[in-house]
């Protein structure tokens, strides 16, 4: 572009001529047609004719104002912003896109980065701490997302049971795995015992012999695992998630209740405790009567 | 280094051997297990002269020719936890059908199956409502000032509770693998219950459900209780008395009714975790629990081999109390053995027999027959009333 405006392509001159054509053709249609008045005869009603001059007449009127110098000025001047303003806008919003998709992609690509290597021999932990770590930093937080509307407390309700859920089954999982651990260590246990009878010549022929072996060796590696805070631990998590499913689940079961004729968990519970506290009521109302 | 000698030859021979006799006791056990199998529990006669809520009043048929030696009514407190039908299991096993063919007039409390409506109910009202208002029953019909109390396990601590708040209504207090003395390390119940959130549970589940503490018990032992019991079940299964005794306990262990939640809330809090019962600092119904005011006799039974309530939780009591005349027995044997194993029903009931007829005739100052009251109505028509005449 050399910067120069061609008379024939300068868009101030254009929208001049423009307006200036509209302007003799909106008014047309008011000029062109006269009225004829004819004496004694009572005119009919012109309301759709007169609702169209009427129309005209203002789009003539807008278009004498547009073809004022000025006006038409500071309309192509606010005209000429316009592409700025769209890709402004536009700018604005492929950014916004870029950033939740680099979001998006970073997570992604996070996803069980949170668990270290290890080795072979700890692939099945390795595994569910990495599922563990991946849910909590990664997944879960989506589940935590404020709901929005008139379903919100029921979707969030949703959201939180499905979140309570996943977490059970993990707990319950790692806690199962922690339950597998004295068979591992027992077999480990009785290979090695049976190495050191065999060598020493001692093998019984009872095979009974040998389970009750196993049994008691297990039965040492069970006891010294309950006393570990790693089993207590994983049992009190387990435990707790269960509660905490249970409750979230019975809460969207409320939800549900409220829809059918019956009466709920919530309101069954206040009437027994009612019951309760009436009954105690009575017992000391019979026992103050029986002493009177 | 020699090659070590293993006798395969041998050990083949003997598989080959088993695998026989496993044959032979497969069609065996077939027949039995298609068989007509008595399985029943708790057969002796009874009657129920009282109930309340969903709590009952068992009371037990004399043995036809027993010397009743032992005037005073004895009343059996189970636990919330299980049900006592663990004390009638089967015929040639019984402590019920020992009570009474020794004379003793026996009364056992039902604690019933609690369900959602008794989720609010406490020690207090199980102490001083419940046990409160039976002890009166049987003191109103048998005409008697006083009654014996024996408690198991949990129902001990209720006894134990209700002695000191109601020491004026107990003449001899028995517990048996009664827990008192939370504060130990010797079993694995005592370990995992300081950690446990009671509130969360009891918020979750309403009642404490029969099944998870069944869950949790059988963790406390699975090599044993989960394999082991099952394997000897298998290898007894041609043995039909073997096979009916092993169902009618299987029958027994997982009928588990749900344990009221406030009640398991205070017993989890306050004793199991802060341990208030032993320390006299146990709060029920406004009331303290002051162990001092134990002032009758006390015989404690508990089991060496006892992995719910091991000995260092059981063997305390006799000393926190305020009775002179107290004993211990510590039996050689575990939790449940203690009543139906076939070598502690020689010493168990026997030892109970003895040492109340031991203070059967003793007499405290200020002690006064009652005339006995009429029986219910839901009484049997053929069943007399026993009049009390308390020797000196």
Same mark, same amino acid.
């Not at chain 2, 008697?144 to 209504?169: D, Q, R, W």
């Not at chain 2, 031991?358 to 009049?387: I, W």
């Given at each position: 572009?050399?910067?120069?405006?061609?008379?024939?392509?300068?868009?101030?001159?254009?929208?001049?001529?423009?307006?200036?054509?509209?302007?003799?053709?909106?008014?047309?249609?008011?000029?062109?047609?006269?009225?004829?008045?004819?004496?004694?005869?009572?005119?009919?009603?012109?309301?759709?004719?007169?609702?169209?001059?009427?129309?005209?007449?203002?789009?003539?009127?807008?278009?004498?104002?547009?073809?004022?110098?000025?006006?038409?000025?500071?309309?192509?001047?606010?005209?000429?912003?316009?592409?700025?303003?769209?890709?402004?806008?536009?700018?604005?919003?492929?950014?916004?896109?870029?950033?939740?998709?680099?979001?998006?992609?970073?997570?992604?690509?996070?996803?069980?980065?949170?668990?270290?290597?290890?080795?072979?021999?700890?692939?099945?932990?390795?595994?569910?701490?990495?599922?563990?770590?991946?849910?909590?930093?990664?997944?879960?937080?989506?589940?935590?997302?404020?709901?929005?509307?008139?379903?919100?407390?029921?979707?969030?309700?949703?959201?939180?049971?499905?979140?309570?859920?996943?977490?059970?089954?993990?707990?319950?999982?790692?806690?199962?795995?922690?339950?597998?651990?004295?068979?591992?260590?027992?077999?480990?246990?009785?290979?090695?015992?049976?190495?050191?009878?065999?060598?020493?010549?001692?093998?019984?022929?009872?095979?009974?012999?040998?389970?009750?072996?196993?049994?008691?060796?297990?039965?040492?590696?069970?006891?010294?695992?309950?006393?570990?805070?790693?089993?207590?631990?994983?049992?009190?998590?387990?435990?707790?998630?269960?509660?905490?499913?249970?409750?979230?689940?019975?809460?969207?079961?409320?939800?549900?209740?409220?829809?059918?004729?019956?009466?709920?968990?919530?309101?069954?519970?206040?009437?027994?405790?009612?019951?309760?506290?009436?009954?105690?009521?009575?017992?000391?109302?019979?026992?103050?009567?029986?002493?009177? | 280094?020699?090659?070590?000698?293993?006798?395969?030859?041998?050990?083949?021979?003997?598989?080959?051997?088993?695998?026989?006799?496993?044959?032979?006791?497969?069609?065996?056990?077939?027949?039995?297990?298609?068989?007509?199998?008595?399985?029943?529990?708790?057969?002796?006669?009874?009657?129920?002269?009282?109930?309340?809520?969903?709590?009952?009043?068992?009371?037990?048929?004399?043995?036809?020719?027993?010397?009743?030696?032992?005037?005073?009514?004895?009343?059996?407190?189970?636990?919330?936890?299980?049900?006592?039908?663990?004390?009638?299991?089967?015929? /040639?096993?019984?402590?019920? %059908? &020992? *009570?009474?063919? $020794?004379? #003793?007039?026996?009364?056992?409390?039902?604690?019933?199956? =609690?369900?959602?409506?008794?989720?609010?109910?406490?020690?207090?009202?199980?102490?001083?409502?419940?046990?409160?208002?039976?002890?009166?029953?049987?003191?109103?019909?048998?005409?008697?000032?006083?009654?014996?109390?024996?408690?198991?396990?949990?129902?001990?601590?209720?006894?134990?509770?209700?002695?000191?708040?109601?020491?004026?209504?107990?003449?001899?207090?028995?517990?048996?693998?009664?827990?008192?003395?939370?504060?130990?390390?010797?079993?694995?119940?005592?370990?995992?219950?300081?950690?446990?959130?009671?509130?969360?549970?009891?918020?979750?589940?309403?009642?404490?459900?029969?099944?998870?503490?069944?869950?949790?018990?059988?963790?406390?032992?699975?090599?044993?209780?989960?394999?082991?019991?099952?394997?000897?079940?298998? /290898?007894?299964?041609?043995? %039909? &008395? *073997?096979?009916? $005794?092993? #169902?009618?306990?299987?029958?027994?262990?997982?009928?588990? =009714?749900?344990?009221?939640?406030?009640?398991?809330?205070?017993?989890?809090?306050?004793?199991?975790?802060?341990?208030?019962?032993?320390?006299?600092?146990?709060?029920?119904?406004?009331?303290?629990?002051?162990?001092?005011?134990?002032?009758?006799?006390?015989?404690?039974?508990?089991?060496?081999?006892?992995?719910?309530?091991?000995?260092?939780?059981?063997?305390?009591?006799?000393?926190?109390?305020?009775?002179?005349?107290?004993?211990?027995?510590?039996?050689?044997?575990?939790?449940?053995?203690?009543?139906?194993?076939?070598?502690?029903?020689?010493?168990?009931?026997?030892?109970?027999?003895?040492?109340?007829?031991?203070?059967?005739?003793?007499?405290?100052?200020?002690?006064?027959?009652?005339?006995?009251?009429?029986?219910?109505?839901?009484?049997?028509?053929?069943?007399?009333?026993?009049?009390?005449?308390?020797?000196?």
């Amino acid at each position: 572009m050399d910067g120069k405006e061609h008379p024939g392509t300068d868009p101030q001159a254009m929208l001049a001529d423009w307006l200036k054509a509209a302007n003799k053709f909106w008014a047309r249609p008011e000029q062109g047609q006269p009225r004829e008045e004819q004496p004694g005869k009572k005119e009919p009603p012109r309301s759709l004719q007169d609702s169209f001059l009427s129309v005209m007449k203002t789009l003539g009127t807008l278009s004498t104002a547009m073809g004022d110098p000025q006006v038409m000025n500071a309309a192509f001047r606010g005209a000429s912003i316009l592409p700025d303003i769209t890709s402004s806008l536009m700018k604005s919003g492929m950014q916004a896109l870029l950033t939740l998709q680099n979001q998006l992609s970073e997570k992604a690509g996070k996803l069980g980065a949170g668990a270290e290597p290890r080795t072979f021999d700890t692939i099945d932990r390795d595994t569910l701490q990495a599922w563990s770590t991946m849910y909590e930093e990664e997944i879960q937080r989506y589940l935590n997302i404020p709901q929005l509307g008139l379903n919100r407390f029921y979707q969030e309700r949703i959201n939180r049971a499905i979140d309570r859920y996943t977490v059970f089954v993990t707990s319950l999982t790692e806690f199962l795995q922690i339950l597998q651990v004295p068979f591992e260590k027992t077999t480990r246990a009785m290979n090695e015992k049976i190495e050191e009878i065999a060598s020493a010549d001692a093998l019984p022929e009872d095979s009974r012999e040998y389970y009750r072996m196993w049994v008691k060796t297990l039965e040492g590696h069970f006891m010294t695992l309950f006393k570990s805070p790693q089993y207590t631990g994983a049992l009190g998590n387990t435990l707790a998630s269960y509660e905490d499913y249970l409750l979230s689940r019975n809460s969207i079961v409320q939800d549900l209740l409220q829809s059918f004729p019956i009466p709920t968990n919530r309101e069954m519970n206040e009437l027994y405790k009612e019951i309760y506290l009436l009954k105690k009521k009575v017992r000391k109302l019979e026992k103050a009567g029986g002493k009177g | 280094m020699d090659k070590p000698k293993i006798p395969v030859d041998l050990i083949i021979k003997h598989l080959a051997e088993e695998a026989g006799q496993v044959h032979e006791r497969a069609q065996k056990a077939s027949d039995i297990l298609l068989g007509s199998l008595e399985t029943e529990i708790a057969t002796t006669p009874y009657e129920v002269v009282h109930e309340e809520d969903r709590v009952r009043l068992k009371h037990y048929h004399p043995s036809p020719g027993a010397k009743s030696e032992i005037k005073t009514p004895l009343l059996v407190v189970y636990a919330l936890i299980n049900r006592e039908t663990m004390l009638d299991l089967q015929p /040639e096993r019984s402590v019920v %059908k &020992s *009570f009474l063919q $020794n004379g #003793i007039n026996l009364y056992m409390i039902d604690w019933g199956y =609690p369900t959602a409506k008794d989720k609010f109910l406490t020690i207090d009202d199980h102490v001083n409502v419940y046990m409160d208002n039976i002890v009166d029953v049987i003191r109103d019909r048998e005409g008697v000032e006083k009654v014996n109390v024996m408690g198991i396990c949990m129902g001990g601590t209720f006894c134990v509770i209700y002695s000191a708040l109601h020491p004026e209504k107990v003449k001899n207090l028995i517990t048996t693998v009664c827990p008192t003395n939370f504060d130990t390390q010797q079993g694995l119940l005592h370990i995992w219950m300081k950690g446990l959130n009671a509130d969360k549970m009891v918020d979750t589940y309403g009642n404490m459900p029969g099944d998870i503490m069944n869950f949790g018990f059988l963790l406390l032992n699975p090599a044993r209780l989960m394999i082991d019991k099952y394997i000897g079940f298998f /290898e007894n299964m041609d043995d %039909k &008395s *073997f096979v009916e $005794n092993f #169902i009618r306990m299987e029958k027994w262990i997982f009928d588990s =009714p749900d344990v009221p939640g406030e009640t398991f809330r205070q017993f989890i809090k306050d004793l199991y975790q802060n341990n208030l019962l032993i320390q006299s600092k146990l709060m029920v119904g406004g009331r303290r629990v002051d162990l001092g005011k134990i002032t009758m006799p006390l015989l404690n039974i508990y089991a060496q081999f006892d992995h719910l309530v091991p000995p260092g939780a059981a063997e305390k009591l006799s000393g926190a109390v305020g009775s002179t005349d107290t004993e211990d027995l510590c039996l050689d044997t575990g939790h449940i053995g203690i009543y139906v194993s076939s070598k502690t029903q020689k010493e168990f009931a026997p030892k109970i027999i003895q040492w109340l007829k031991d203070r059967e005739g003793r007499r405290e100052p200020g002690h006064r027959v009652v005339p006995p009251k009429k029986k219910p109505a839901r009484a049997r028509a053929n069943s007399t009333v026993k009049k009390k005449t308390l020797s000196a």
